[in-house]
């Protein structure tokens, strides 16, 4: 009896036991749960901080030229067509590059930014003003030789006569960007991006009121719309101007320096690198608008593959602003030492970016028959532009991871490396397999879409996503720290 009594006690004390352990790993589990929910809160508020008011830059920047292209659209199937590849060709060729080369500043501004180095902020911008507006002057045959260009790649003749017109008239525009692209990412790295928000909501607003008066007022047709552009980016860029240099961000700016001029040669290999990255996702789509001109019927397919391309960009800038903030979250744990931290920020960001790509997509495909008429009363354009939008709601899905992962090399300095991989996807891969799917297999515009949406984007989305999984972030940090570029840093 002694013996069984003992056994019970024993199991009584193993039941307790057990429950204990249990009570404890339920607690070890909730605390753990929780301390995730307060991870991605406190990561979330930091991400916004960026991505809030940079989405209001990016969509209010776009629309600026989405506006410009609807005044034209009502005034006729050509001049939409000509703006339309003035716009998205011609200005995004080089805009993309430029943009590109700007976002250097994304690496090395939000990295000094982690590390506390602020006097050297200013000192990058005023190298990226150098850097830029030199690229800017080396581009500018692009806009005057604009015609002859579009007619070697098969534009119809009069499309290619008022798009070459009206890409001289953008030049005002194009230099433009070689100080606004560095503005925006010096600001940012401050989390300074609401400043650049209230500057560009402001000039929408203003730009609408000269677009009317140009175009409907002085009747300038196009050309009145381009000017409008030009004047709205040039306000754009004096705005910002006048916060940054104008005393409220003391810390980071001290006045122009010489030292600015040191160093150029490996600001330059980065921003290079940082352009082609960009400037061939940029190309990529534009090369489809110009594919799209040699087939039949190629004004109305122009018109409506612009008008896909245009809502496609306006959704774009989220994701974008969603890869800005990314670049600057990875590259400020980075420049903290906090690999594991930079390794958080990427996964929250691709979370809610994706989420909102979901969302996005779903309402193309609600409102898929209505699109068209924001930029045209034409119904062959409208009809020609509804069959376009499953592959303008999946281009949209995928678009939403994308950008997010091409921040994550922006804030870890990977960019030469990324530029090889756009280039295998999207040149050697996406644009010979839209070629042959639109012409060999004579599958038309879808054809050449479909074919680049998942001969390119979708393998660079994918090899992407692999260099970021395998990467060693802790010797990442240790890389940021050490500086992998005492030059430039310097």
């Known amino acids: 009896m002694d013996e069984e009594r003992l056994n019970q006690h024993l199991l009584q004390d193993h039941h307790k036991g057990f429950k204990g352990l249990v009570h404890v790993q339920n607690e070890g589990d909730e605390d753990l749960e929780k301390d995730l929910k307060s991870r991605v809160l406190i990561e979330s508020k930091k991400l916004w901080q960026v991505v809030g008011p940079t989405i209001v830059v990016r969509i209010t920047s776009y629309s600026m030229n989405v506006v410009t292209q609807a005044f034209a659209g009502h005034l006729g199937d050509v001049e939409l067509a000509s703006i339309s590849i003035a716009n998205n060709v011609i200005v995004a060729f080089n805009f993309g590059l430029l943009l590109g080369m700007a976002t250097a500043l ?125 004047i709205s980016w040039w306000i754009s860029v004096f705005g910002m101007l006048v916060y940054a240099l104008g005393g409220w961000c003391p810390i980071t700016w001290n006045g122009f320096s010489v030292q600015a001029f040191s160093g150029l040669w490996e600001f330059l290999k980065l921003s290079s690198a940082s352009g082609i990255m960009l400037c061939l996702e940029f190309w990529y789509y534009r090369i489809l608008i110009l594919m799209t001109g040699n087939l039949k019927n190629a004004t109305i397919a122009v018109d409506a593959l612009s008008i ?51 969302i996005c997509c779903v309402l193309i495909m609600i409102f898929r028959d209505k699109l068209a008429l924001i930029f045209s009363s034409s119904k062959d354009v409208i009809i020609a532009a509804d069959k376009l939008s499953y592959l303008l709601a999946f281009t949209i899905l995928l678009n939403s991871v994308q950008p997010v992962l091409s921040g994550v090399a922006v804030g870890s300095g990977w960019q030469s490396l990324v530029a090889y991989v756009n280039l295998g996807c999207y040149y050697i891969v996406g644009v010979p397999l839209g070629v042959i799917m639109g012409w060999v297999f004579n599958f038309g515009l879808e054809g050449i879409w479909g074919a680049m949406i998942f001969g390119g984007t979708a393998l660079q989305t994918g090899i992407l996503a692999l260099i970021a999984l395998h990467r060693d972030w802790d010797k990442e940090a240790r890389s940021a720290i050490a500086h992998d570029h005492p030059s430039i840093i310097n």
């Open 106 to 230: 994304e690496t090395l501004c939000g990295q000094a930014y982690g590390a506390k180095r602020y006097n050297m902020i200013g000192i990058y911008l005023q190298r990226s003003w150098i850097v830029l507006f030199l690229a800017s002057i080396l581009l500018l045959p692009l806009y005057i030789y604009a015609t002859p260009i579009l007619k070697l790649f098969g534009q119809p003749e009069d499309v290619a006569e008022l798009s070459g017109l009206v890409s001289i008239w953008f030049i005002p525009q194009h230099l433009s960007f070689a100080f606004q692209c560095p503005l925006q990412r010096f600001l940012q790295s401050q989390l300074k991006s609401d400043v650049v928000a209230y500057v560009t909501t402001s000039t929408l607003i203003i730009h609408v009121l000269i677009s009317w008066l140009l175009v409907y007022v002085f009747e300038l047709g196009v050309i009145g719309a381009a000017i409008a552009l030009d």
């Open 308 to 358: 896909c391309m245009s809502i496609n960009g306006w959704e774009l800038m989220i994701p974008f602003s969603f890869l800005a903030a990314t670049g600057v979250r990875v590259a400020n744990e980075l420049g903290a030492g906090n690999g594991k931290g930079a390794k958080f920020a990427a996964k929250v960001s691709l979370v809610q970016s994706t989420i909102i790509g979901i």
